[in-house]
């Protein structure tokens, strides 16, 4: 039972253009919703997070959006950087642990 | 340095065998986790530790064993191991509820 779901393996984006990521969650009591950025060969980083009481969070080049009624974040990256190539996860948690992850989102932005 | 150290880094054994990952943290952070990744699937929580001496299971738990006798290691064991069991596992600690991983720990079971 997969609580927290992202669509999307792949995402290609121009640079420079924007690029959003989707994540979709079953369980309405998460209370606070994290990206994390993850690179071959090393592990998650973290990038933006979210608390289940905002709708938006910004830090610079990235911008996490939240619907409670849809259940649904997306993470919008503008402009897109070929550095920014890399696996995207979302993640989900309730009470400060046992966060739950989606399978990733691989986005490229090419040049 | 400070941070997450996972050992080895990369390991290949058969099934059947005994297996254990270690996980060691500078930070003194409370909480420490074991996921895993595999394709399709991102990461699933393995088990989790609130504290020494306070562990709990999380969506993927069979076929592990984890101690947490020391605030700092936080050891995962696959008491048998299976070919199901090849991932790449990923310690974490967390602080205020963002996870810091370490570099991952890439397991082959034969």
């Known amino acids: 039972d997969q609580q927290v779901k992202q669509n999307s393996p792949s995402l290609s984006v121009q640079e420079g253009r924007i690029s959003i990521l989707n994540c979709d969650y079953t369980n309405s009591m998460f209370d606070y919703f994290l990206w994390y950025k993850k690179y071959p060969a090393e592990g998650p980083t973290f990038l933006i997070s979210i608390s289940s009481i905002k709708d938006k969070n910004e830090d610079g080049r990235f911008t996490v959006f939240l619907n409670k009624s849809a259940k649904h974040l997306s993470l919008h990256i503008v402009p897109s950087q070929p550095g920014d190539s890399a696996v995207y996860f979302c993640a989900a948690s309730l009470n400060n642990n046992d966060m739950r992850f989606g399978a990733g989102t691989r986005l490229t932005v090419k040049p | 340095d400070a941070g997450i150290t996972q050992s080895p880094r990369y390991k290949i054994t058969e099934t059947g065998r005994q297996v254990t990952l270690m996980c060691h943290q500078t930070?003194?952070?409370?909480?420490m986790f074991w996921y895993r990744q595999d394709l399709g699937h991102g990461l699933r929580l393995i088990y989790y530790s609130a504290a020494a001496d306070i562990t709990d299971k999380g969506e993927v738990p069979d076929g592990y064993v984890v101690s947490r006798s020391k605030t700092e290691n936080f050891p995962l064991t696959l008491e048998s191991a299976t070919r199901s069991q090849t991932s790449v596992y990923f310690c974490?600690?967390?602080?205020?509820?963002?996870?810091?991983f370490g570099e991952g720990s890439r397991l082959t079971v034969l």
């Open positions: 974490a600690s967390s602080v205020f509820g963002e996870l810091f």
């Open positions: 930070w003194s952070h409370s909480y």
